[in-house]
């Protein structure tokens, strides 16, 4: 697997992560299976902590639709969601808070050839991301390559069978 982690600095857009936060991450990887596969697995919410082991538990409430809320446990704490994009099966976006962060999440896939490209961004915004910079960057971006690594073997294991 090949996963690439890349810092980008550009100016916030539309429907997506927050790129003047203190703390950014990207991510991708490409994953062999088609596009609506990951994408199922990607917004099976309900279904993360049966092929993600870092998400210990999740509740959601509503369809998958702007504005459904999910809470989830990851990491040491738990996070309230509300789904602020999402385009079948291209992309999805949900913002979050937990531990004093603001965060923001969006997921796009690719189709190629059968297979699929899967970009990640994710941006920390608040008081905490400012005071603790470095070390939530070192968070974040263990987390989406982490993330990517689950997600991909899922897809993959759900085309095989």
Partial sequence: MKTRVIQDD?????????????????????VAAAREV???????????????????????HGALSAG???RWKAGPGTITSTLEHVEPPRRVAWSGKALGLKAMHVYALEARNGTTLVRTEESYDGLVARLFRARLQKTLDGALESGLRHLKAEAERRTAT
């Fill in 10 to 30: 550009a100016e916030p857009t539309e429907n997506g992560i927050n790129r003047a936060a203190p703390v950014v991450g990207t991510s991708e990887t490409e």
């Fill in 38 to 60: 990951v994408w199922d697995v990607l917004t099976g919410i309900k279904h993360w902590p049966s092929w993600n082991p870092d998400v210990r538990s999740v509740s959601m």
């Fill in 68 to 70: 459904s809320e999910f």
